[in-house]
């Protein structure tokens, strides 16, 4: 019987592990952390996230400001308005969510916050010090993926991992988060020759190609463990999102696969937001540590 992994209860753990931070530093600049989240274009992602950012950040102790959706924007007002959020007193967090409007550049536009602030990891400093294998702030999809295969697993050293999808935003990061714990990692993407050939070969199939269902039975091996890091628009027109896997078509091979919803995504949440405090702690001159998940009960539940 194939597991299906309900994360809900580890960020519930998870947030009131770090809410007792988040007071830490709001003791001593007298407000609570304050994350800015920005959008510029409409879709289903995105919305989604910020619903949900929206509805997590008191629970963790964080005051969330959302600036008004604007999708009449070029590149050049994209790139002033997250130029001027960044520079605003009193943020201490940001993220621009994607996808940005057709035509604007990702780097140009995401190069305008300040790293300090950049608690979505999508500066490029942020994503060289991750390439270094020395990230500031955790680069927040790719953590929230690896935390759940890591619960599932144990330990990831040695382990045959495939990451499906090679975008800056999260297949890159991911690579690179699990090469940092030892395991062997194979990127395949759009282009490659027989997906499904190298995925069969993994131990744990990553799927981050934003594409509902790509993943059937075809494609895993009895055992494998299998990590849906997609939001998608249900292609069927009902409300909600829908993975990257099709949950039904690898059933009988699979011996676990993460919820979509209510896997990867809320602990996506709950990164952004243990950054946040971090980077409000950063700027108070406060210690900081992430939670240490390992003492959470819900975390060792997660163990196959
Ligand atoms: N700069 C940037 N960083 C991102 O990390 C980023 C982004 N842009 N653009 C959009 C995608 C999408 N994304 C989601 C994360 C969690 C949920 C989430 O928690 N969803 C709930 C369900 C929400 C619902 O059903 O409406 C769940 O999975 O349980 C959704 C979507 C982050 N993204």
Aim: charged share 15%; with cysteine.
């Amino acid at each position: 019987m194939m597991r299906i992994i309900d994360s809900r209860p580890l960020l519930d753990a998870f947030l009131g592990a770090l809410r007792p931070a988040a007071g830490r530093a709001a003791q001593v600049t007298g407000a609570p952390p304050v994350l800015a989240i920005v959008r510029a274009a409409e879709n289903a992602g995105s919305a989604a996230y910020a619903a949900r950012i929206r509805a997590t950040a008191a629970q963790a102790g964080i005051t969330c400001h959302e600036v008004p959706l604007d999708t009449r924007m070029d590149g050049t007002a994209l790139c002033a308005q997250v130029a001027a959020v960044s520079a605003t007193p009193g943020v201490n967090g940001m993220i621009v969510l994607l996808p940005l409007p057709a035509g604007t550049s990702v780097p140009q536009v995401m190069a305008q916050m300040d790293p300090d602030k950049d608690v979505d990891c999508q500066q490029p400093l942020n994503l060289g010090r991750v390439m270094a294998g020395t990230p500031l702030y955790l680069p927040c999809t790719a953590t929230a993926a690896v935390m759940l295969a890591q619960g599932m697993l144990g330990d990831l050293a040695g382990v045959n991992c495939a990451v499906i999808g090679a975008s800056a935003s999260v297949g890159r990061p991911l690579a690179l988060q699990l090469l940092d714990r030892g395991a062997t990692v194979e990127i395949v993407h759009i282009r490659t020759r027989d997906i499904a050939d190298h995925a069969r070969r993994a131990q744990v199939i990553f799927a981050a190609a934003g594409h509902a269902g790509l993943v059937d039975g075809a494609w895993v091996s009895p055992g494998a463990v299998l990590v849906d890091i997609g939001i998608n628009a249900d292609p069927t027109g009902r409300p909600g999102v829908v993975g990257d896997i099709n949950a039904a078509a690898v059933a009988q091979q699979a011996a676990a696969i993460t919820a979509v919803p209510d896997g990867v995504g809320p602990m996506t949440t709950g990164i952004l937001l243990a950054n946040t405090v971090h980077a409000a702690s950063r700027q108070a001159g406060v210690d900081f540590t992430y939670p240490d998940l390992t003492t959470l009960a819900a975390y060792q539940a997660l163990r196959l």
